[in-house]
């Protein structure tokens, strides 16, 4: 799931629009215009990112949790770690997209 969610990333950073950060990423939630949030479950303190995947259940958006703050800043194509990032348009990712929003979610 998390290799997916990198990719995701890394082809909607080269094809897409994507927006990196916690405030960011709250934003186009907010606003309804995220496609995918992906956020790092390494952030500390974990109040940071705890209110993403609820919004994102709010606004019907996928969200995925991945390991690493480090790991997802570099699929976003930064030089430091992040704590979320938000996928705007999904360019060649789409296909991608769907099938984490299909993935059923570990409760």
């Known amino acids: 799931m998390s290799e997916k969610a990198?990719?995701?990333?890394?082809l909607a950073n080269k094809t897409g629009k994507i927006k990196r950060g916690t405030n960011e990423a709250t934003k186009v939630i907010e606003k309804g215009k995220a496609k995918l949030i992906v956020y790092a479950a390494d952030v500390s303190p974990k109040e940071i990112v705890m209110h993403l995947p609820m919004l994102c259940k709010e606004k019907n958006i996928p969200c995925?949790?991945?390991p690493s703050r480090e790991e997802l800043g570099a699929?976003?194509?930064m030089q430091v770690a992040t704590g979320a990032v938000a996928i705007l348009d999904a360019g060649e990712s789409?296909?991608?997209i769907e099938e984490l929003a299909n993935t059923p979610k570990e409760e």
């Not at 990198?6 to 890394?10: D, S």
């Open 6 to 10: 990198y990719e995701a990333i890394e």
């Open 94 to 96: 789409k296909s991608i």
């Open 64 to 66: 995925v949790e991945v």
């Open 75 to 77: 699929a976003a194509g």
